[in-house]
């Protein structure tokens, strides 16, 4: 599994619906990072090793669909079948990931003329 199957997985997590997802326990925001660090799978700068577990937090059946029967299950089935990556959609009543790290907001100001010196 590459950095961009991950992506795609969460992605299509997003789009139906998750309200939370964690990567091997690694809450992700608006702002995570899945990325290739040389032979390692980074998210947000922490390394992860397989075996990958993705967890979400969201619509049930919405989220069973999409990892099943929508475009992102067959992206799992692909992975399986041309690579011998095997997947599992596990449905849960109760779940609970951590939460994510603090995030740091940033505002941009316009600077005047006059602010700037001139």
Do not use: C
């Not at 997003?14 to 608006?30: K, Y």
């Not at 040389?38 to 990892?67: C, H, M, S, T």
């Amino acid at each position: 599994m590459i950095a961009q199957d991950l992506q795609i997985l969460t992605n299509g997590m997003w789009a139906a619906g998750a309200e939370g997802i964690v990567i091997n326990d690694q809450r992700l925001t608006s702002t995570s990072s899945i990325r290739f660090a040389g032979a390692a799978i980074v998210v947000d700068f922490k390394g992860i090793a397989p075996p990958y577990e993705v967890r979400a937090i969201g619509n049930e059946e919405l989220l069973e669909q999409e990892l099943t029967i929508g475009s992102t299950g067959q992206y799992l089935i692909d992975l399986g079948n041309e690579h011998g990556i095997l997947s599992e959609v596990v449905v849960e009543d109760e779940m609970t990931i951590p939460a994510a790290e603090r995030l740091t907001t940033r505002v941009a100001q316009v600077i005047t003329e006059n602010e700037e010196g001139e």
